[in-house]
C-alpha cells in the first residue's frame, strides 16, 4: 500500500494544558469533578498538569526532536466557548492558533479531537447529554473549530471513545461527571452524542476552508481468536460485534456505538436485548448519525483470546498466571492490533488510524539520568509489528498514535500512572525523554 502512513503521538487536552482558570476558559466537568475530595487518587486535579498552555514550545521541541509525524491533541471546549454555546472566547482560540502554527513551522502535522471528555459545565447543568439541544451545542463548536482551523488542519476527529465518557461518567460514576444514570437515560445520551456527531460532521464540512478528514474515534477491547482454525476466527469476531447479554455492559460495545455512524443503524441483537431501555429511535435520528466520514480512528489497549466453545458459542480463554501486564494491570496482547483493525476494517471498510495505543510502566529516573523503559518499547515495538501484519494483509491502515506523547493527569488514577514517552517531573516541570523516545525516533526514521 502506497498511502501515507502517519507515526504520531496523541495527548488531550485536559490531561496535559493546565491553566484551568485562565484567558477566560469556562469549567468543566473534570475541573469540578477533581476538584472534590476523594473522586481522583490522592485528591490530584488537572488544574497545572504538565503546564502544557504555557510550555507548548518546548514540547512542540520535544516532538520535532524524536521525530514524531503527526501529533494528535483536543481543544477544551470551554476554552473556545466558556458557557458551552454562544460567545466564543478569542484568546481560547488564540492558544491553540499558536500551538498549530508551532507545529507546522516544526513539520509536525496537527490532528484535532473535538471533544475527549472536559465538557463545559454550564452545558452539563443544563442537561448535558440528557438535552437534546446537546445535539446543536455540540455542531456549534464543531463549526467554530473547522471554521477557524480548516486553513491549517485538515484532519479532524469528532468524539475520543463515546464509550468511556457515558459508560464511566454516567454508567459506572468511575469518571466525571461521577453519576450512576439509571440505563434508559444513558441509551438517550449515547443516541444524543451520535447524532451530535452527525450534525457536527455536516456542520463542519460547510464551513471548511479546505477539503478536511473528519473521523470518529471509539475504543474497543479486541477478541483476538485463539488458533487459526476457522471456527475461533468466527467465534472471535461474532464476540468482538456481539451486543452483551447485560444490559449494564452495553456501553463498552463496538457495533453499539459504530453501527449507527457507519451504516445508519443499531445492531439487531442489542435492539431486542435492550429494549425496555431505548429511546424513541426515529429514522431522521439515524440518517443525522450517518453522515459520510474519510475514516475510522481506534483507541486499542488490549484484548481478550476467544474460541469456539464445546456448546457452539464463543468463549473466552482464561489468561494463564502470572501473564504479562501493564501498571494499570492491563493484559499485553500485541495480536490486538492485528485482530482488531483487520475485523474492524471487514466490518466498515473505511481507512483506520490508531488513535491511541500505549502503556503505562512504573518508570523512574536512574543514577545515570535516564529512564529506562525497556518494557514500554518492548511493548510498542510488539504491537506495532502486528499493525503492520494487519497492514500487509490488506487493512487500509493509514497511521499510529503511541498513548501518550508525555506523562499525564491519569483521570481518576491522577499522576501516579505514567504513560509517556517524555517523562514529566510534575515539581519542576522538566521533561526527559525516555528510552522509549529515542526508540521511537529510530523506529520512524527507518519506517518512513
Ligand atoms: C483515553 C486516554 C487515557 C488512556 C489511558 C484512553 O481511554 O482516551 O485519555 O489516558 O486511555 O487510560
Same mark, same amino acid.
Request: aromatic share 16%; charged share 25%; net charge negative.
Given at each position: 500500500m502506497n498511502q501515507e502512513f502517519i507515526w504520531g503521538a496523541a495527548t488531550s487536552s485536559y490531561q496535559i494544558e493546565g491553566a484551568a482558570d485562565e484567558d477566560g476558559k469556562g469549567l468543566h466537568i473534570w475541573d469540578v469533578y477533581s476538584r472534590q475530595p476523594g473522586m481522583v487518587f490522592d485528591?490530584?486535579?488537572?488544574?497545572?498538569?504538565?503546564?502544557?498552555?504555557?510550555?507548548?514550545?518546548?514540547?512542540?521541541?520535544?516532538?520535532?526532536?524524536?521525530?514524531?509525524?503527526?501529533?494528535?491533541?483536543?481543544?477544551?471546549?470551554?476554552?473556545?466557548?466558556?458557557?458551552?454555546?454562544?460567545?466564543?472566547?478569542?484568546?481560547?482560540?488564540?492558544?491553540?492558533?499558536?500551538?498549530?502554527?508551532?507545529?507546522?513551522?516544526?513539520?509536525?502535522?496537527?490532528?484535532?479531537?473535538?471533544?475527549?471528555?472536559?465538557?463545559?459545565?454550564?452545558?452539563?447543568?443544563?442537561?448535558?447529554?440528557?438535552?437534546?439541544?446537546?445535539?446543536?451545542?455540540?455542531?456549534?463548536?464543531?463549526?467554530?473549530?473547522?471554521?477557524?482551523?480548516?486553513?491549517?488542519?485538515?484532519?479532524?476527529?469528532?468524539?475520543?471513545?463515546?464509550?468511556?465518557?457515558?459508560?464511566?461518567?454516567?454508567?459506572?460514576?468511575?469518571?466525571?461527571?461521577?453519576?450512576?444514570?439509571?440505563?434508559?437515560?444513558?441509551?438517550?445520551?449515547?443516541?444524543h452524542v451520535m447524532m451530535a456527531h452527525g450534525k457536527a460532521v455536516q456542520a463542519m464540512r460547510a464551513v471548511a476552508k479546505q477539503p478536511i478528514l473528519i473521523g470518529y474515534a471509539p475504543t474497543s477491547t479486541v477478541c483476538a481468536p485463539d488458533s487459526d482454525r476457522a471456527e475461533d476466527i468466527e467465534a472471535a469476531r461474532s464476540l468482538y460485534f456481539q451486543c452483551p447479554e447485560k444490559p449494564e455492559e452495553w456501553s463498552w460495545n463496538v457495533s453499539w456505538w459504530s453501527d449507527p455512524v457507519m451504516f445508519g443503524r443499531y445492531p439487531e441483537d442489542g435492539i431486542r436485548q435492550y429494549a425496555p431501555y431505548l429511546p424513541d429511535i426515529r429514522p431522521e435520528d439515524l440518517a443525522l448519525m450517518n453522515q459520510p466520514i474519510d475514516f475510522y480512528?481506534?483507541? $486499542?489497549?488490549?484484548?481478550? &483470546?476467544? *474460541?469456539?466453545? +464445546?456448546?457452539?458459542?464463543?468463549?473466552?480463554?482464561?489468561? /494463564?498466571?502470572?501473564?504479562?501486564?501493564?501498571?494499570?494491570?492491563?493484559?499485553?496482547?500485541?495480536?490486538?492490533?492485528?485482530?482488531?483493525?483487520?475485523?474492524?476494517?471487514?466490518?466498515?471498510?473505511?481507512?483506520?488510524?490508531?488513535?491511541?495505543?500505549?502503556?503505562?510502566?512504573?518508570?523512574?529516573?536512574?543514577?545515570?539520568?535516564?529512564?529506562?523503559?525497556?518494557?514500554?518499547?518492548?511493548?510498542?515495538?510488539?504491537? $506495532?509489528?502486528?499493525?503492520? &501484519?494487519? *497492514?500487509?494483509? +490488506?487493512?487500509?491502515?493509514?497511521?499510529?498514535?503511541?498513548? /501518550?506523547?508525555?506523562?499525564?493527569?491519569?483521570?481518576?488514577e491522577g499522576y501516579r500512572e505514567r504513560f509517556g514517552l517524555i517523562y514529566v517531573d510534575y515539581q519542576t516541570q522538566k521533561r526527559t525523554l525516555k528510552d522509549s523516545a529515542y526508540w521511537y525516533r529510530e523506529w520512524i526514521q527507518n519506517h518512513r
Open positions: 485528591n490530584h486535579n488537572g488544574d497545572v498538569a504538565c503546564d502544557h498552555y504555557h510550555r507548548y514550545r518546548e514540547d512542540v521541541a520535544l516532538m520535532k526532536e524524536i521525530g514524531i509525524q503527526g501529533y494528535r491533541f483536543s481543544i477544551s471546549w470551554s476554552r473556545i466557548f466558556p458557557e458551552g454555546t454562544g460567545k466564543v472566547n478569542e484568546k481560547g482560540l488564540a492558544f491553540y492558533d499558536k500551538l498549530i502554527d508551532e507545529l507546522i513551522s516544526n513539520g509536525v502535522k496537527p490532528y484535532i479531537t473535538l471533544f475527549h471528555w472536559d465538557y463545559p459545565y454550564e452545558l452539563y447543568q443544563r442537561g448535558g447529554w440528557m438535552n437534546p439541544d446537546s445535539v446543536d451545542w455540540f455542531a456549534e463548536y464543531a463549526k467554530t473549530v473547522v471554521e477557524h482551523f480548516s486553513d491549517r488542519v485538515t484532519c479532524f476527529i469528532t468524539f475520543n471513545e463515546p464509550q468511556c465518557f457515558i459508560g464511566m461518567g454516567h454508567v459506572t460514576g468511575r469518571h466525571a461527571p461521577g453519576l450512576k444514570n439509571p440505563l434508559r437515560d444513558t441509551f438517550l445520551m449515547a443516541h480512528g481506534q483507541n $486499542i489497549y488490549n484484548g481478550y &483470546r476467544v *474460541r469456539q466453545g +464445546g456448546d457452539g458459542k464463543p468463549e473466552c480463554v482464561k489468561r /494463564s498466571p502470572g501473564y504479562d501486564k501493564t501498571a494499570m494491570e492491563w493484559p499485553v496482547t500485541p495480536e490486538s492490533l492485528y485482530w482488531g483493525p483487520r475485523f474492524l476494517y471487514e466490518r466498515y471498510q473505511k481507512p483506520i488510524y490508531i488513535t491511541e495505543n500505549g502503556m503505562a510502566c512504573h518508570d523512574m529516573i536512574s543514577r545515570d539520568g535516564h529512564i529506562h523503559d525497556a518494557s514500554r518499547i518492548d511493548f510498542t515495538e510488539a504491537y $506495532i509489528r502486528e499493525l503492520l &501484519r494487519a *497492514r500487509e494483509d +490488506g487493512v487500509d491502515i493509514r497511521g499510529y498514535f503511541y498513548w /501518550s506523547l508525555m506523562d499525564n493527569f491519569e483521570w481518576t
